[in-house]
């Protein structure tokens, strides 16, 4: 997996309230990206614990870490935070988000992935999980919503495909907004052989997901 970060605070605050996270367990590559309300320290302090979360308990499924974190971050100002789980194994992506966390997922098709209502630290009634295809050659984007949402990726075709680290610093300086920290994470699946992904990632449409379940999440 090709796995990029770039962050942008808040006119240039040292502190940034978004944070994001990778992870490699077994065949599974877990992708977090937080936000904590706000911005500035106490923005910054909950959504590192959001990420510090997740990391200590990556063998749990979406809906018990969604569960825990929002407990944990009870003291915090709260975060909105999205997730990934991508599996080599069964070729698929699992996706949850609380608040408005975005994750986009282009491949053969483009998926733009659901985030359920709630705040991780000040509750959410519930929780919805969905599991799209996930194949080598696809990418995920995972953001915050200081920056700008997207449908493609197409505008960037001169950028090589491997090349995740520079997109995600494009993306973060053409569209970050100017009001708000800003955090994206890249995940392509590597795949040597498959080296149009951004020219023929173009076709956008929320297409019927392959296997969806909603989970009840923590009662506020
Ligand atoms: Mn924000």
């Known amino acids: 997996m090709?796995?990029?970060?770039?962050?942008?605070?808040?006119?240039?605050?040292?502190?940034?309230?978004?944070?994001?996270?990778?992870?490699?367990?077994?065949?599974?590559?877990?992708?977090?990206?937080?936000?904590?309300?706000?911005?500035?320290?106490?923005?910054e302090?909950?959504?590192?614990?959001?990420?510090?979360?997740?990391?200590?308990?990556?063998?749990?499924?979406?809906?018990?870490?969604f569960a825990d974190c929002d407990r944990a971050l009870r003291d915090t100002r709260g975060a909105v935070m999205g997730l990934a789980?991508?599996?080599?194994?069964?070729?698929?992506?699992?996706?949850?988000?609380i608040g408005n966390a975005r994750a986009i997922v282009i491949g053969e098709k483009t998926f733009k992935m659901t985030s359920s209502y709630?705040?991780?630290?000040?509750?959410?009634?519930?929780?919805?999980?969905?599991?799209?295809?996930?194949?080598?050659?696809?990418?995920?984007?995972?953001?915050?919503?200081?920056?700008?949402?997207?449908?493609?990726?197409?505008?960037?075709?001169?950028?090589?495909?491997?090349?995740?680290?520079?997109?995600a610093e494009r993306i973060v300086r053409d569209r970050g907004l100017k009001s708000d920290d800003a955090a994206i994470l890249v995940c392509r699946w590597g795949d040597p052989s498959s080296t149009g992904l951004l020219r023929r990632s173009s076709r956008y449409g929320c297409e019927g997901r392959v296997a969806g379940t909603a989970t009840e999440g923590e009662a506020t």
């Not at 309230?17 to 990778?22: L, T, W, Y």
């Not at 995972?142 to 997207?150: P, Y």
Request: hydrophobic fraction near 40%; glycine fraction near 14%; aromatic fraction near 4%.
């Open 85 to 97: 789980v991508v599996d080599e194994e069964k070729g698929t992506l699992s996706y949850a988000g």
């Open 45 to 65: 302090v909950a959504a590192k614990a959001a990420v510090d979360y997740v990391g200590r308990h990556l063998s749990d499924s979406l809906p018990e870490i």
């Open 118 to 167: 709630g705040i991780v630290g000040g509750g959410y009634k519930v929780l919805t999980v969905e599991t799209v295809p996930f194949s080598p050659g696809d990418m995920v984007i995972l953001h915050t919503d200081g920056v700008e949402e997207m449908s493609d990726v197409s505008g960037y075709a001169e950028i090589a495909p491997e090349d995740v680290q520079r997109l």
């Open 2 to 43: 090709q796995i990029a970060i770039a962050k942008r605070a808040l006119a240039d605050d040292p502190h940034c309230g978004d944070e994001c996270g990778s992870w490699r367990v077994g065949g599974k590559t877990i992708l977090c990206v937080a936000d904590g309300l706000g911005h500035g320290e106490h923005a």
